[in-house]
């Protein structure tokens, strides 16, 4: 199903809800949401499990999947408003923001070591 979609809030807003053809690129960037908020959750528990610290920047990277995180959860309460009074498109995102809502609550539980260690100086 998700041959040939993009990722993008703009295409899917200018989607009506009411086509097949729109309903399936909802599924899809909702169930999109989802997976990419388990993706920013997976690189903030791999930095609080002490992997990846040696490559790259891990302040940016948990910095940034936090945000990320955010962005999602905010994007989805977006598309719940936008699409109000449309119950199928509710029906699709409700259950997406309630799964990044879940993971935003385990980084909060599980990975607030990382945040104090990149906070904390020597």
């Known amino acids: 199903m998700a041959q040939g979609y993009t990722f993008s809030l703009e295409h899917l807003l200018c989607c009506s809800g009411n086509t097949t053809a729109d309903l399936l690129y ?3 960037f909702a169930d999109e949401m989802v997976k990419q908020a388990l ?8 930095l609080g499990n002490l992997v990846g610290w040696q490559s790259g920047d891990p302040v940016a990277r948990a910095q940034s999947a936090r945000a990320y995180l955010v962005a999602l959860h905010d994007t989805a309460d977006y598309v719940l408003e936008f699409y109000r009074n449309q119950s199928e498109v509710v029906a699709l995102f409700q259950p997406a923001k309630d ?4 993971h935003i609550d ?9 945040f104090e260690w990149i906070a904390t100086p020597l």
Request: hydrophobic share 50%; charged share 20%.
């Open 99 to 102: 799964d990044i809502a879940g």
């Open 39 to 46: 993706a920013a959750r997976q690189q903030l528990a791999s």
């Open 106 to 114: 385990w980084v909060k539980f599980h990975c607030n070591k990382v």
């Open 26 to 28: 909802m599924e899809w």
